[in-house]
C-alpha cells in the first residue's frame, strides 16, 4: 500500500499484517463400547392350511344318442366330475358313459407352535477415567 504526501511526491512505506488461523485435534478422553448378543426363544402361533384330495369312480353304463354332445369336464362345488368315455362298435358308433370321477377338494386347518431365535444386542459404553482430557496424542 503507497501513501503519497505533501509536495515532495515520495512514497511512504506502511506495514501490512495478515491473519493465519490453524487448528489441531486434540484427544479429550477414550471410550469402550462392548456390543453383545442375546438369543432369546420366541413362541410363535401360526394356523397352516393342508388340502387332501378324495378320488371315488362312479361306475356308469349310460348309453349316449349319436347326436348327443360329447360330456364336459364340470365343476360341482368342491368337487370336479371327469367323465370317462369309450367308444363301442356295433352297427353304428355309441358314447357309453362308462363312470366319472368325482375328485373332491377337504381343506383343514391346524394352529402350529413352534419356538423360533431372535437375537437382540445391546452395546455398553464406558469412558476411560485414567487418562485426564486434551493429554491424550492423536496419532492413535
Known amino acids: ?39 432369546v426363544e420366541q413362541p410363535v ?13 362312479h361306475e356308469l353304463s349310460h348309453t349316449l344318442p349319436p347326436d348327443a354332445p360329447v360330456p364336459q369336464q364340470r365343476i360341482e362345488g368342491n368337487t370336479t ?7 363301442i362298435v356295433v352297427v ?9 370321477v368325482h375328485v373332491t377338494r377337504v381343506t383343514t386347518a391346524e394352529t402350529v407352535s413352534t419356538t423360533v431365535p431372535l437375537r437382540r444386542q445391546t452395546a455398553n459404553v464406558t469412558r476411560d ?12
Open 129 to 140: 477415567t485414567d487418562v485426564p482430557p486434551g493429554q491424550i496424542p492423536t496419532g492413535d
Open 1 to 39: 500500500m503507497t501513501i503519497y504526501t505533501g509536495p515532495e511526491d515520495r512514497p511512504l512505506e506502511v506495514v501490512e499484517e495478515h491473519l493465519s488461523v490453524n487448528t489441531a485435534e486434540v484427544v479429550t478422553g477414550r471410550v469402550h463400547v462392548a456390543v453383545t448378543t442375546q438369543t
Open 92 to 100: 353304428e358308433t355309441r358314447l357309453v358313459l362308462r363312470a366319472e
Open 45 to 57: 402361533s401360526l394356523s397352516l392350511n393342508r388340502t387332501e384330495v378324495e378320488v371315488v369312480r
Open 81 to 87: 366330475i371327469i367323465p370317462i368315455l369309450e367308444e
